[in-house]
């Protein structure tokens, strides 16, 4: 026996997705599976939406003042979500089983929830600035795992900026929201227009020491007495590198100073993740 069309609620707000040909809806353009992360930046920012997923997710960017588009809800979610929908009566929800959401999206729904929300408008420089003493800068983070975890050390350990290069991840790609754990929505962030070398005399203009976390000759271990004058910095911007290729030499050119995570002998580095959250603790605002 043939499975049903996409039927819609009496109210008309809901429609519940049965089977493959109910994708159609021109609606669920924002969830539509694209595995190329470039792809989906690209297509996010011509549509002005980003995905927040799973339920915890969703109400932290509804709580930070996001315009939420649609939701995407697998049934057996829906009795816990049921707060979230009332709150939003005029927001269209699809619904339906797992399998068939997996099929829209080309991946299982963590938690159950999705939502396609308003992007915001891009932010001046100068405004994520303004009052920030701890400022993270991202020069070509391209991985979006590893940008997820960097936003979520960085508002837990109590920086209060991110600047990202023009080639670096989307904060609002929905990997990278979901590996924040969602606290990417309350760390105020911008594009530079060029790269961090252009950046930095601004950025001395406005009272802020630039250091880089890369090895160089002339690199100071974070544990070394000698970085006391930085630690105690009032202002303070610290650049990560590409996974690998690390901080630009034209960059370094540019630093106050230059750090590394003193490390045994054996052990070459540690991953730009995990190297941040230690260099984000050591370099707080005291």
Same mark, same amino acid.
């Given at each position: 026996?043939?499975? @049903?069309?996409?039927?819609?609620?009496? +109210?008309? $707000?809901?429609? $519940?997705?049965?089977?493959?040909?109910?994708?159609?809806?021109?609606?669920?353009?924002?969830?539509?599976?694209?595995?190329?992360?470039?792809?989906?930046?690209?297509?996010?920012?011509?549509?002005?939406?980003?995905?927040?997923?799973?339920?915890?997710?969703?109400?932290?960017?509804?709580?930070?003042?996001?315009?939420?588009?649609?939701?995407?809800?697998? +049934?057996?979610?829906? &009795?816990?979500?049921?707060?979230?929908?009332? *709150?939003?009566? #005029?927001?269209?929800?699809?619904? =339906?089983?797992?399998?068939?959401? %997996?099929?829209?999206?080309?991946?299982?729904?963590?938690?159950?929830?999705?939502?396609?929300?308003? $992007?915001?408008? @891009?932010?001046? /420089? %100068?405004?994520?600035?303004?009052?920030?003493? $701890?400022?993270? !800068?991202? &020069? +070509?983070?391209? #991985?979006?795992?590893?940008?997820?975890?960097?936003?979520?050390?960085?508002? *837990?350990?109590?920086?209060?900026?991110?600047?990202?290069? @023009?080639?670096?991840?989307?904060?609002?790609?929905?990997?990278? !929201?979901?590996?924040?754990?969602?606290?990417?929505?309350?760390?105020?962030?911008?594009?530079?227009?060029?790269?961090?070398?252009?950046?930095?005399?601004?950025?001395?203009?406005?009272?802020?020491?630039?250091?880089?976390?890369? /090895?160089?000759?002339?690199?100071?271990?974070?544990?070394?007495?000698?970085?006391?004058?930085?630690?105690?910095? #009032?202002?303070?911007?610290?650049?990560?590198?590409?996974?690998?290729?690390?901080?630009?030499?034209?960059?370094?050119?540019?630093?106050?100073?230059?750090?590394? !995570?003193?490390?045994? +002998? =054996?052990?070459?580095?540690?991953?730009?993740?995990?190297?941040?959250?230690?260099?984000?603790?050591?370099?707080? *605002?005291?």
């Amino acid at each position: 026996m043939a499975e @049903p069309a996409a039927s819609a609620g009496p +109210d008309g $707000r809901e429609v $519940r997705l049965a089977r493959a040909e109910d994708l159609a809806d021109p609606r669920l353009a924002p969830y539509t599976t694209l595995t190329d992360a470039a792809l989906r930046r690209r297509v996010d920012a011509e549509h002005g939406v980003f995905l927040a997923e799973s339920s915890q997710v969703v109400r932290r960017a509804l709580a930070a003042g996001h315009t939420p588009r649609s939701f995407l809800l697998g +049934d057996r979610y829906r &009795e816990s979500f049921a707060d979230v929908l009332a *709150a939003h009566p #005029d927001v269209p929800l699809f619904t =339906g089983p797992d399998e068939v959401l %997996t099929s829209l999206t080309g991946f299982h729904l963590h938690r159950g929830a999705l939502a396609a929300m308003d $992007r915001p408008a @891009p932010r001046p /420089v %100068t405004d994520v600035l303004a009052g920030a003493r $701890r400022v993270l !800068i991202a &020069e +070509d983070l391209v #991985d979006h795992t590893n940008l997820g975890a960097v936003v979520r050390s960085a508002v *837990a350990l109590g920086w209060d900026a991110l600047l990202l290069t @023009p080639q670096a991840a989307d904060p609002l790609y929905r990997r990278a !929201i979901r590996v924040s754990m969602g606290t990417v929505f309350r760390l105020p962030w911008a594009r530079l227009e060029g790269p961090v070398a252009e950046a930095v005399p601004a950025l001395r203009e406005a009272g802020f020491a630039v250091a880089a976390l890369e /090895v160089t000759e002339r690199a100071v271990g974070l544990d070394s007495p000698e970085l006391e004058p930085l630690r105690s910095a #009032d202002r303070l911007a610290l650049v990560l590198g590409q996974e690998g290729p690390g901080v630009r030499t034209e960059t370094l050119e540019h630093t106050d100073a230059d750090v590394v !995570i003193s490390m045994p +002998d =054996g052990v070459d580095s540690l991953n730009v993740a995990a190297a941040a959250a230690v260099a984000l603790w050591e370099l707080r *605002a005291r």
